[in-house]
């Protein structure tokens, strides 16, 4: 169990990248629900609204932990020169260009089925710029700092969040119970 627990990056740069995480999935999340509002409005009352809110931020939470789980269980299987040392700052690498790379590739889906082509495009260009800024902050070590700070403050709106993604889920478990 020890050796296990060696393998996987310390509890505080877990809980950076997941306030990241948080911070981009709920982030879009609201935005997609403002969008959604004013048709919202025209068939929903306010309680039904604020029920499809609260699907959407328990959805963004459970999200989140999945990307940060899945973050931090790779890097305790590849090396640990590859993700665990510096998770941080890699993890923040991993969701920012991961997540702009998603909304690109919503964007240019639209109502099509995406060709071949489309989709290596959207996973190599990702992963190469991926590499590049892993590379770049090794080589240039203030940009390691800049990220590092950019995630601390980022990181704050967990104590938003999280507490309104909590509540979501209890809100979408009562609703399916009851």
């Known amino acids: 169990m020890q050796i296990l627990k060696n393998r996987f990056p310390h509890r505080s740069e877990i809980i950076a990248v997941l306030g990241v995480s948080v ?13 959604d509002l004013p048709s919202l409005m025209l068939y929903f009352r306010l309680a039904e609204m604020a029920v499809i809110f609260a699907y959407m931020m328990a959805f963004a939470l459970l999200e989140s932990l999945i990307v940060t789980a899945g973050l931090a269980f790779a890097a ?5 020169k590859w993700l665990r040392d510096g998770f941080a700052y890699k993890g923040f690498i991993f969701v920012i260009i991961g997540s702009i790379a998603a909304y690109v590739f919503q964007k240019n889906l639209r109502y099509e089925f995406p060709s071949t082509q489309m989709l290596m495009l959207n996973l190599v260009i990702p992963l190469a710029l991926i590499g590049f800024f892993i590379a770049a902050s090794h080589v240039w070590g203030p ?8 995630q ?4 704050i709106m967990l104590y938003v969040y999280v507490p309104i993604g909590i509540v979501s889920f209890f809100v979408v ?3 399916n119970l009851f």
Do not use: M
């Open 23 to 35: 911070f981009v999935c709920h982030s879009w999340s609201i935005r997609d629900f403002l969008n």
């Open 76 to 80: 305790a299987i590849l090396p640990s």
């Open 143 to 150: 940009l390691q700092k800049v990220l590092l700070d950019i």
């Open 152 to 155: 601390d403050r980022i990181s």
């Open 173 to 175: 478990v009562f609703r």
